[in-house]
């Protein structure tokens, strides 16, 4: 009776190998669907957006992450001032800054075509 047990154990064994890198070509198929679909999108925004900050310049638009549109006054290494209104003046982190609006000078060149 032992030695039946024996064998049987043995010739499961082989099989047991191939279930074994079988097993994991899901996990690798689901992996490679997560990187594709959720995280080198996600790169690709965040590399966007750190170019669009170190591209900031004094004059131009821009609305913040909590939904400030405002002109940039001055601009420091971590720091944005921005005019939000006339003679209202507020301070930012250089993080916070959503999205570009316009260029100062579209918006000079709009102006003189309103003229």
Sequence with gaps: MISTAYAMGQSGGAGGQAGGIAGFLPIIILFAIFYF??????QKKS????AMISNLKKGVRI???????GTI????????????????K??????????????AEAVKKEDKKKK
């Design 37 to 42: 679909l959720l995280i080198r999108p996600q």
């Design 47 to 50: 590399k966007e957006h750190k």
């Design 63 to 69: 609305v913040t992450s909590g939904g400030i549109f």
């Design 73 to 88: 006054q001055s601009i420091d290494d971590t720091t944005i001032g921005l005019e939000i209104a006339e003679k209202v």
């Design 90 to 103: 507020i301070k930012i982190s250089r993080g916070n800054v959503a999205a570009v609006i316009s260029d």
